[in-house]
C-alpha cells in the first residue's frame, strides 16, 4: 500500500495490479467515473447491485438454487405450497375449492356438494368451527330456532323426555306424614276454647284473656259488634296500653267477625285484649283460641 499527498493506493490484491481489467474491482466505476458494466447483476446473475440502496441495507434473499421472486406490482412473494412432493394448485383436490384465479368461488370444496368439508368462507365455520361427535357426524341444530337437536339414551335406550313411566310394586315411594307445621293450609281445630261475653273499652284495652308465662295465645277466629262508630280492634300485650300487635281492625261501627287460617299469635306471657277508640258499653265479642308453649 502506497500513501502519497494523503491518498491511498490499494497496489495489489493476490499479487495482481488493481485495475478495471482485475476481475476483484472491475465493474465499479472506471476512470470517468461512469459505472462499468461487468458486475451489473443483469449481465452477471450472483453480482449484488451496490448501487440498489435496499440491496445494499437489506441483502436480497436466495434459496437452495436461486433468488427468491416477488410479483412486480404488488410485491407479494411467490410461493408453491407442496404436499407429499406435489405442488398444490386449482386442479389438486387438497387446494381446489376456494377460488380461481379471477377471485371466483369453485364449486368443489362447497359444504352442500361435498358434505364434512369446512365452507372457508364462511365467516362463523372459520371462527368457530364445525362441532362433530364421535361418529364424523356433524352436530346438527333447528333450522328456524338453532336448538341443538339431541336424544336422551340410557344404557343404550333411547328415552321419550314427554313420557312419565308408570310406579311398579318395585319403585320405593317415600310419603312424609302432613303436620300443622309442614301443611300450607292450617287444618280446623278440635280443641279450640270458645269464648264469648261482653266488654266496656273506653279509649283504652280490655283484658279478655289473661296470659300465661312460656305460653303464647293462638287465636283462630274472633269478632265483635261495635255500637259505636271508631277504631276497635283486638291487641296482644301486658297492659291495657295498646301494641301494635293488633287483629281485627275495624274503624266503623258494626260486626265483624274473622277466621284465620293462620292463627294470630302473641308473644310467650301476653295477655288477649279489645280496644275501642270510643267509649263502648257491653260491646259482645267472641274468639276461639288455645295455648301452646
Same mark, same amino acid.
Not at 263 to 283: H, K, Q
Given at each position: 500500500?502506497?500513501?502519497?499527498a494523503g491518498?491511498?493506493?490499494?497496489?495489489?490484491?493476490?499479487?495482481?495490479?488493481?485495475?478495471?481489467?482485475?476481475?476483484?474491482?472491475a465493474?465499479?466505476?472506471?476512470?470517468?467515473?461512469n459505472?462499468?458494466?461487468?458486475?451489473?447483476?443483469a449481465?452477471?446473475p450472483?453480482?449484488?447491485?451496490?448501487i440498489?440502496?435496499?440491496?445494499?441495507?437489506?441483502?436480497?434473499?436466495y434459496?437452495?438454487?436461486g433468488?427468491?421472486?416477488?410479483?412486480?406490482?404488488?410485491?407479494?412473494?411467490?410461493?408453491?405450497?407442496?404436499?407429499?412432493?406435489?405442488?398444490?394448485s386449482t386442479?389438486?383436490?387438497? @387446494?381446489?375449492?376456494?377460488?380461481?384465479?379471477s377471485?371466483?368461488r369453485?364449486?368443489?370444496?362447497d359444504?352442500?356438494?361435498?358434505?364434512?368439508?369446512?365452507?372457508?368462507?364462511?365467516?362463523?365455520?372459520?371462527?368457530?368451527?364445525?362441532?362433530y361427535g364421535s361418529?364424523?357426524?356433524?352436530?346438527?341444530?333447528?333450522?328456524?330456532?338453532?336448538?341443538?337437536?339431541?336424544?336422551?339414551m340410557?344404557?343404550?335406550v333411547?328415552?321419550?323426555?314427554?313420557?312419565?313411566?308408570?310406579?311398579?310394586?318395585?319403585?320405593?315411594?317415600?310419603?312424609v306424614?302432613?303436620?300443622?307445621?309442614s301443611?300450607?293450609?292450617q287444618?280446623?281445630?278440635?280443641?279450640?276454647?270458645?269464648?264469648?261475653?261482653t266488654?266496656?273499652?273506653?279509649n283504652a284495652?280490655?283484658?279478655?284473656?289473661?296470659?300465661?308465662?312460656?305460653?303464647?295465645?293462638?287465636?283462630?277466629?274472633?269478632?265483635?259488634?261495635?255500637?259505636?262508630?271508631g277504631?276497635?280492634?283486638?291487641?296482644?300485650?301486658?297492659?291495657?296500653?295498646?301494641?301494635?300487635?293488633? @287483629?281485627c281492625?275495624?274503624?266503623?261501627a258494626?260486626l265483624?267477625?274473622?277466621? @284465620?287460617?293462620?292463627?294470630?299469635?302473641?308473644?310467650?306471657?301476653?295477655?288477649?285484649?279489645i @280496644?275501642?277508640s270510643?267509649?263502648?258499653?257491653?260491646?259482645?265479642?267472641?274468639?276461639?283460641?288455645?295455648?301452646?308453649?
Amino acid at each position: 500500500m502506497d500513501q502519497t499527498a494523503g491518498q491511498v493506493d490499494l497496489a495489489r490484491v493476490l499479487g495482481s495490479a488493481l485495475s478495471v481489467t482485475n476481475p476483484v474491482i472491475a465493474g465499479l466505476y472506471d476512470a470517468s467515473g461512469n459505472r462499468m458494466p461487468s458486475m451489473d447483476s443483469a449481465l452477471r446473475p450472483g453480482y449484488v447491485d451496490v448501487i440498489d440502496r435496499a440491496a445494499r441495507l437489506l441483502g436480497i434473499v436466495y434459496g437452495s438454487l436461486g433468488q427468491l421472486q416477488q410479483r412486480g406490482t404488488s410485491l407479494d412473494l411467490y410461493t408453491a405450497l407442496r404436499q407429499s412432493g406435489s405442488e398444490l394448485s386449482t386442479s389438486n383436490p387438497i @387446494f381446489s375449492g376456494i377460488v380461481d384465479a379471477s377471485g371466483n368461488r369453485m364449486p368443489s370444496m362447497d359444504a352442500s356438494i361435498r358434505p364434512g368439508y369446512v365452507d372457508v368462507i364462511d365467516r362463523a365455520a372459520r371462527l368457530l368451527g364445525v362441532v362433530y361427535g364421535s361418529q364424523a357426524q356433524q352436530l346438527q341444530q333447528r333450522a328456524s330456532t338453532y336448538e341443538l337437536l339431541v336424544q336422551i339414551m340410557h344404557q343404550g335406550v333411547e328415552k321419550d323426555p314427554t313420557q312419565i313411566r308408570t310406579l311398579t310394586s318395585s319403585d320405593n315411594v317415600t310419603a312424609v306424614q302432613a303436620t300443622r307445621s309442614s301443611l300450607k293450609t292450617q287444618p280446623e281445630r278440635e280443641d279450640l276454647t270458645s269464648l264469648g261475653g261482653t266488654a266496656s273499652p273506653n279509649n283504652a284495652g280490655v283484658q279478655i284473656v289473661s296470659g300465661t308465662a312460656g305460653q303464647k295465645i293462638k287465636v283462630y277466629d274472633a269478632g265483635y259488634h261495635g255500637a259505636v262508630a271508631g277504631l276497635h280492634y283486638f291487641y296482644f300485650g301486658t297492659s291495657t296500653t295498646a301494641t301494635t300487635k293488633r @287483629f281485627c281492625t275495624y274503624n266503623a261501627a258494626g260486626l265483624i267477625h274473622q277466621t @284465620f287460617v293462620q292463627p294470630r299469635i302473641g308473644d310467650a306471657g301476653d295477655s288477649l285484649y279489645i @280496644f275501642a277508640s270510643v267509649s263502648e258499653s257491653n260491646m259482645p265479642y267472641d274468639i276461639g283460641y288455645v295455648k301452646e308453649a
